[in-house]
């Protein structure tokens, strides 16, 4: 599950509703599986959450010109932490720091 929902953060860049069924997947899910899954539903959880805020302060940044490249970091940030969670993902290890707000 913890992989669909990475690939539903990256379909959401296209298709912006993707991240809300994500989280809301994360959310179910959470405490079904063993620890190291765990860590990546409160991982993907924590992903959703700071790229909604990343893209808030990105939009209402927008009129004074910053904000474009606020939220073209903020994507490319995301598509990080994806990558990066699905390597750890795929040699079913636990993300390193679930906590962290960079990668």
């Not at 539903?8 to 994500?22: C, E, K, N, Q, T």
């Not at 909604?52 to 598509?79: A, K, M, S």
Request: proline share 4%.
């Amino acid at each position: 599950m913890a992989q669909i929902i990475y690939f539903l953060y990256l379909a959401g860049l296209v298709f912006p509703i993707a991240h809300l069924v994500g989280v809301i997947m994360a959310y179910v899910n959470r405490g079904d599986g063993p620890e190291w899954v765990e860590s990546h539903l409160t991982f993907q959880i924590r992903t959703f959450w700071m790229f909604l805020l990343y893209g808030i302060i990105g939009t209402l940044l927008t009129p004074i010109g910053v904000g474009f490249l606020i939220i073209f970091l903020v994507y490319i940030w995301l598509i990080v932490r994806c990558a990066k969670g699905l390597k750890s993902l795929t040699r079913e290890a636990a993300v390193a720091d679930p906590a962290t707000w960079l990668w």
